[in-house]
């Protein structure tokens, strides 16, 4: 059975900075394509916030580019967000979420909480 396993968030001042963890275990077959970061305010629809592809390229949401910065560890099936500067219009339930061509699986989100 595959888990999806998300750490790191909390409570942080406007500017400052948090680290999530997404571990994955369990077996997936046909591999991990990409291991992606969203997160879902309040009231809003579920949006993506970065993307990392099994060769490491990365792709970020506009709205968090040259504040955050995704990582993957392939030898230790985790996958990670550096959030840097962060504001009030980051608070969000934050979701890791793992894919391939075939299937797709999500962890149970970690909320994230930035205090003015």
């Known amino acids: 059975q595959v888990q999806l396993v998300e750490s790191g968030g909390g409570l942080v001042q406007a500017g400052g900075s948090l680290r999530l963890s997404c571990v994955v275990s369990g077996r997936i077959q046909g591999g991990v394509e990409t291991m992606n970061w969203y997160r879902q305010a309040p009231e809003k629809q579920r949006e993506l916030v970065a993307t990392?592809?099994?060769?490491?390229?990365?792709n970020y949401a506009d709205s968090v580019k040259g504040r955050f910065a995704i990582s993957r560890d392939n030898t230790k099936n985790t996958v990670s967000l550096q959030m840097n500067n962060l504001s009030p219009e980051d608070a969000a339930v934050y979701f890791c979420n793992i894919r391939n061509a075939w299937k797709e699986f999500w962890g149970q989100g970690t909320q994230v909480t930035v205090s003015s």
């Open positions: 990392i592809e099994s060769g490491g390229r990365t």
